[in-house]
């Protein structure tokens, strides 16, 4: 198969579909790989290193499109690069389409095979190809929501970690799954006084042996929310619900019970955000302002530290292309039910459950297509 990387392009995105380790395991398979010129350097992969793995550079992503027959990349496509799509092209990336309907409509035209990192799953029920960027932006919120608490990015001027003397922030996080867990690792690191807030009890129950007393835990409900919310310095919105928009659990009312300079760090924006009042932001203008809430909505967030995600997202994605590639993906999509369970899109049909009901699409369950 011809698998093609081309360089992606949305705004302060850096990260890579394929390193050079990743490469090298396909050419050893029999396959060939396009990567764009100039695709990895901002994850510290140069052209060099990816022809010396056995890829050949092609001089730019319109040569990748037409040539490739399966697309690797690592955000969702823009609107240029879904115009590039065709009828029985692969594309396999991340698409959180639940909340992108113009996205949806897109895809669903050009007649590709869109298989979604994020709704792939695995045996003990988790999400195996989202975990790592899910771990890399929980570890780095109490980080960007630390900063922007700082007064010269609009904050109330609180220190996280507070000093002998003075009280800590109160940081709450709202989800305690893959991201939550390690947004509360580092800010108990940091010295914050926290809270997590799930309905899982089982979630709860493993936060509480991990940390022990140091991170409160508490079932979610919305007086609990609203309760927390309000004396909360900042609030890590880390809820997820696999394929669908997010809750909107922090409602417009509750910004004004919280302080002026108060925080929220919205994780779960890619998939629509956890506030109501919550929309994308970018690298290049990360926050704005509501009711005097910083909200920091970045939807890419571990495009900040590219080349840790980008190895960590190779690492996890690496065995589903080799499937994929070496037997076709209807195959690949017959002999794994986890695997299966990443298709949303195949030739003009929506083949992801909770896509089609936040859509209000009609759904074609992948089986039927994959058989």
Known sequence: MRIGTPKEIKNHEYRVGLVPASVMELTRA???VLIEKGAGLGAGVSDAEYEAAGAKIAPDAAAVFSDAEMIIKVKEPQAE????????????TYLHLAPDVAQTRDLMKSG??????????????GLPLLAPMSEVAGRLSPQVGATALQKEHGGRGVLLGGVPGVAPADVVILGGGVSGSHATAIALGMGASVTVIDRSHAALRRLSAQFGGAARTLFSTAATIADHVANADLVIGAVLIPGAAAPKLVTRAMLATMRPGSVIVDVAIDQGGCCETSHATTHADPTYVV?????????????????????ALNNATLPFALAIANKGWRRALLEDAHLRNGLNVHDGALTCKPVAEAQGLSFTPPEKLAA
Not at 81 to 92: D, K, T, V, Y
Not at 291 to 311: K, L
């Open 30 to 32: 029999g396959h060939e």
């Open 81 to 92: 690069e879904r115009a590039r799509l065709r009828r029985g092209q692969i594309l396999f």
């Open 112 to 125: 590709a095979t869109c298989i979604a990192y994020e709704t792939v799953t695995s045996q003990d029920g």
């Open 291 to 311: 009711d005097g809430v910083v909200h920091y909505c970045v939807a890419n967030m571990p495009g900040a530290v590219a080349r840790t995600s980008t190895f």
